[in-house]
């Protein structure tokens, strides 16, 4: 398949910056623009709106899960098995549409994948609340789901809009918006659980996602994608209002347009030079899910018991138990759910002062080696204290390193199969989510310590992949075409630093 080039001629602009290009240069591509650009107004306004996407349309909406399942417990006497399929169900719709959402996102451009995801969540978010029996609510929960799965494509419209420097502290910085999405819905909770019940809940917390829908209007497509499609003149009057905001020149030249006919194709994923690369990011991302979910599980049942042995050792006492027992969430329930929130903030920070020292492969690595090693100390029969300290370490880390693979991830793949790419890894995250139920609650009433164990397994493999993935992306711009080798494109112009170097390869270290 030959690549087709064609430049394109710019009214207006300043000198391209040395660092970006030769004096000599006369052609540019959308990179070289980005970075000439650089961070300024238009990336702060666009880090608010992509923060409110993750807070309202993901955070919230998977937070009140929590809050959701015991209240229809008690209120709908439903048994165990129909709760947590409540759940399930979620997941299951997030499962199925997010390589449809990435293909969507790949075909027909980002900001259109991401409005009809956000409004097909608002819609269905509002139903739930008018639901009159567990049926009706399952089904539109599950739709629900189903829109959430194109939350994660807000990241891939943020991140082809940063610079290289600004790339991965400003993707990871979107795990704070989450905290505030959860802390908001928990406080929401305790205002309109006790007077309004869960309907209102439901209704006001899918509110948020009207603001963002309105603000989608302001949106532009991304560059990177119109350039890939064709569409060259929109693609600079969007670098054109990106200078304008931001006071900065735009470059003199040519524009580079690449023409690429097929978009958003999964096969693309399994070329030689990304099929190694797929595989292991597929493993890890389901690790991630499999591992952090299963940790906010596990947290409960340890608590509860006050430390690993305590499950260990207690013998099952047989009494006549009702199936249909519950209780109601309490004030100090709404607390507890506010420190595990708040214990991710350190995970965050962490990640943020690595990534960029050590590269995006070796902090995935190190975040699930600290997770799998605080899992085996688990099997100590540690103090509460103790138990408490590890399991917030353990949840720190592991979300740490979900962050970081949203960073890798959308860097590694070209703009042609970007979100799908961002889109089949999330769909792989799900997997992990809906079978972890299994191992945290179902195995852990046979063996506490093969549960452990499948956990810290599972983290050790994924940091033996993290370390195997053929490509770093640490200082390199995003790839535009996927007919070109890796190195061709993605080390800036004039930007070479020591133990950087093109190269024609697949893989570059």
């Known amino acids: 398949v030959r690549t087709e080039l064609e430049p394109v001629e710019l009214e207006d602009g300043a000198a391209v910056p040395k660092e970006f290009a030769n004096p000599t240069d006369d052609t540019f591509m959308v990179e070289d623009a980005v970075e000439a650009i650089g961070f300024g107004k238009f990336q702060w ?32 006497r439903l ?9 399930s169900v979620v997941f299951v719709g997030m499962m199925s549409s997010s390589t449809l959402w990435g293909n969507i996102s790949d075909q027909y451009g980002r900001k259109t994948g991401l409005k009809i995801s956000v409004l097909w969540t608002l819609y269905y978010g509002i139903l739930s609340g008018f639901a009159p029996v567990y049926s009706w609510i399952l089904v539109l929960r599950g739709l629900v789901g189903f829109g959430i799965g194109g939350v994660p494509q807000s990241v891939t419209l943020y991140a082809e809009f940063l ?34 019940g869960w309907r209102w809940l439901l209704i006001l917390s899918a509110l948020p996602l009207l603001l963002f829908a309105v603000l989608c209007f302001w949106l532009p497509e991304s560059a990177r994608y119109d350039v890939l499609s064709g569409n060259q003149e929109k693609a600079i009057a969007t670098l054109q209002r990106i200078a304008t905001e931001n006071g900065a020149p735009m470059p003199l030249g040519k524009l580079i347009i690449s023409r690429q006919e097929d978009r958003g194709k999964m096969r693309d994923l399994f070329t030689p030079h990304f099929r190694w690369t797929t595989l292991l990011l597929w493993f890890i991302w389901f690790s991630n899910a499999f591992s952090y979910y299963g940790l906010v599980l596990l947290t409960t049942e340890f608590f509860q018991a006050g430390d690993v042995c305590s499950i260990s050792n207690r013998r099952k006492e047989v009494k006549a138990k009702c199936s249909l027992t519950c209780e109601y969430l309490t004030e100090e329930d709404y607390t507890d759910l506010l420190w595990t929130t708040l214990s991710e903030f350190p995970g965050v920070l962490v990640t943020l002062w690595i990534i960029d020292r050590i590269g995006r492969k070796k902090t995935m690595a190190l975040s699930f080696f600290v997770f799998s090693f605080c899992s085996l100390l688990l099997f100590l029969c540690v103090g509460r204290n103790v138990l408490t300290v590890l399991l917030f370490i353990a949840r720190a880390f592991i979300s740490g390193g979900f962050q970081a693979a949203y960073v890798y991830t959308p860097e590694v793949y070209p703009t042609a199969t970007r979100a799908l790419g961002l889109g089949t890894c999330s769909g792989m995250a799900r997997v992990g989510a809906l079978i972890t139920p299994f191992i945290a609650q179902v195995m852990l009433e046979s063996s506490v310590y093969l549960t452990l164990v499948v956990y810290s397994g599972c983290c ?49 270290e």
């Open 45 to 76: 306004k666009l880090s608010v709106i992509t923060g409110l996407a993750w807070a309202s349309n993901y955070a919230m909406e998977m937070m009140i899960l929590s809050i959701l399942a015991p209240q229809l417990h008690c209120e709908w």
């Open 79 to 87: 048994p165990s098995w129909q709760v947590a399929l409540l759940t």
């Open 163 to 196: 610079p290289m420097k600004a790339r991965a502290k400003c993707i990871l910085l979107i795990e704070v918006f989450w905290a505030i999405g959860t802390v908001f819905e928990v406080l929401l909770a305790v205002l309109v659980m006790p007077t309004l």
């Open 460 to 508: 050790l493999l994924a940091a033996l992949a993290s370390c195997f993935l053929p490509i770093e992306t640490k200082g390199r711009g995003l790839q535009e075409s996927s007919h070109r080798e890796w190195g061709q494109e993605m080390v800036g112009k004039g930007s070479h630093s020591p133990g950087v170097t093109r190269s024609n390869s697949g893989s570059q």
